[in-house]
């Protein structure tokens, strides 16, 4: 059962009679130097149907530790002897989760002196990212690089990238994308068990490199093609349905595998290893030389106390490790293996989904199903331990960090009760969770809270935006607008402390908003695609963007579907609340700090006006470093429309009209403007907002996304032009829309700034939300304007045409503000 041959059998000719899939090696057409490494089984994942199995990794399929480790060791001897003695002695090992870790780490200890870190999915609270990339074809694709000192990706030595496999290339060109724009360096070495690329794969890592000006040595210990007949994928997930379903002729003989026992399971027992006292428990956060000195002095002790605690009758012992947790398992395993009779195998317990059929021609040929354990990320989900059950076993030692030590791993559907369903003895090791002393520990709450995501907050899908707010739906924040106003102009009150009544648009309003959509939405598409190519030309080719809630939330949406359209990236977005005197939130920023690196965050809104909150966000930014210590967020806003000329990164520096500023939530997700209130917001929650799930009949937030990505493909050409064209023009701000906002002040005897609100997005918000006074239109401003006038026609309010103004319009709101004030008789009021 743990063979790549099975009685003569090959464990990948079940899915190669059924799909066609074939393996051909570079040593012939046959491949059998792949053969004997790999099997293939179906995936339970919409992107790639096969899977391609190792029989050494000593992840699905149970091996000799000495086997898993000594294919890891001999590449790691090969790079040295690439690289040479002086560059191998400044290189560093990456290493792939979650299937790669431990052989990322047996590669480093091939090499003898090279540092090792492992990308992880487990976001460590204190630990910033020091990077992280997206995994094009697997089930969960986001890794996080989280050492404890960042300078360990700093230098400009050789770096050593492993996986265990190599199958078009894409990953390791996210990785060196990401890592060589922060660090670039001469020379990268990529390590796998088996190279499966095509030609035109293996071209395109040439022409990257080429590209980037670095070398790219590959080591593989056998390479070949998958040979993939049309429609695979198709007909994979046909086959893999109907398996499921218990309609394949072989479910019978796979559900018998994974019956329980005819005994009664025994309790599991525990062993203290006696992990020595601060060594890491992998290389999530780094694994030095020194480590490795100091677990090799352990192991004979800590493999004593397992060999103890294991009955006298266990001749055939599996080691068991957990997800990312491969390399100190494996080590026991080995120490087990090297010291007591009988024999040990070893394997890991994974997130990946895969079919099991119990036939000798399958490489699954048995699945146990038990939940998440560890209270991941990205929420609780089935885990799989395969080719366990009906493996023969007598006992089985499954070893965890103590981060995954929790209630779901002893509950009656855990891990540790499948086992025992399966195995005689389960023996339980604890390897205690490392995590690195933060740089300093303010005293706050050691969970920050997490994001929310619709259907529960926003009609937007949850993949689109990540609110960094607190839900106050149930709370009445609504007042008046005209109280509003006078509470506000008064002093009494401050505009983020309540909300306005939610405009209920008329029909006449409703039609507008759709006809200029219609008009606008390829203009609004390539404005778009220009500010998003700038950011990944400029700032960081794998963005986080930040949208401020919630005019540039809309904007984030798209600008994260058109990198999708575009590059084929899948970019995190979060929306976050900023507030003009208070600044922006910064435990939202803590959060972004503790999940992402700061210098990859792009904060995103819709349009500047005068370039107030730009100016707030430079100021919020430079106090949150000197009281947090956190550094790297660049305050750079990047805005769809930038008529104001306050920043560099933009779609478009026109004033025109952007749909989604003629309506409120409607237009927003469903989700009020931020609110920031003492007795709601506490020091360590994140700012306040409503989700209005009583106007979902009105609601067009998805529709205007849909209706601009669908100009995606007729602007894609003339973008890249646009994009050229832009990086090479002198972008400084000029900050023009300020000194025309401060002349009109004066000219209208407002004196106060905040009062004159510049372009068509900010009068739309005046008309919608305050006390307006009146509107100052460009004359011969065209359809731009339409829903601006019919605003201010119910409203009573007057539009003055106007020449020499750098915006289309500006919206003035009453000055001096009171209720007995009309708002529409032309004249500055001071009562």
Known sequence: MNNAVNDGVWSGSWVAERLGVGLRGDDGVGGEELRAMLGLALRRNPKRAHLLVSHVLGKHVPQTPSVVYGHGVRLGRRVHALLGAREAARAVVLGYAETATGLGHAVADGLGTAPYLHSTRRPVAGVAPAGGFEEAHSHATSHLLLPSDPALLAGDGPLVLVDDEFSTGNTVLNTIRDLHARHPRARYAVVALVDMRSARDVRRLEEFAAEIGARVD????????????????????????????????????????????????????????????????????????????RLEAALPAMAGRIADALPAGARDVLVLGSEELMYAPLRLAGELERTRDGAVRFSTTTRSPVL???????????????????????????????????????????????????????????????LAEQVPHVLLAVVPSYVPAPPHAPERPAMLPEPLRGPAFSSYPPEEVGWLLQDLSDVTLEAPTEEREEAIQSGGAHYAESLPVEYQPSAQYQELFHAALDTSAARIARAVGVVTDTVLGERSPRPVLVSLARAGTPVGVLMRRWAHFRHGLELPHYAVSIVRGR???ATALRWLAAHHDPRDVVFVDGWTGKGAITRELAQAIEEFEKVEGVSGFDPEIAVLA???????TYGTREDFLIPSACLNSTVSGLISRTVLRADLVGPDDFHGAKFYRELADADVSVAFLDAVEARFPEVADGVAEAVKELLAEDRTPTWAGWRAVERISEEYGIHDVNLVKPGVGETTRVLLRRVPWKILAHKGAGADLDHVRLLAEQRGVPVEEVDELPYTCVGLIHPRYTRGATGADGRAVNG
């Open 642 to 648: 930038d008529p104001g000329s306050c920043v560099r």
């Open 583 to 585: 600044g922006i939130d």
């Open 356 to 418: 099991a059929v119990d036939d000798p021609g399958y490489a699954i040929r048995s699945r146990i199903v038990f939940p998440a354990h560890d209270d991941p990320a990205d929420g609780p989900g089935e885990r799989y331990a395969y080719n366990v059950a009906g493996g023969g076993f007598d006992a089985v030692v499954a070893v965890v960090d103590s981060a995954g030590d929790t209630p779901a791993l002893h509950a009656p559907d855990g891990l540790l009760a499948r």
């Open 218 to 293: 590959l080591v593989a210990a056998a390479s070949g093609t998958v040979l993939l007949p049309e429609g695979v994928l198709e007909k994979g997930q046909e086959l893999v349905a109907r398996y499921e379903a218990g309609d394949g002729p072989d479910a019978v003989a796979r559900a018998r595998a994974a019956e329980p026992r005819p005994v009664p399971p025994r309790a599991p027992g525990t062993v203290d290893l006696g992990w020595p006292a601060g060594l890491p428990d992998g290389g999530r956060h780094g694994f030095t030389p020194a480590h490795r000195a």
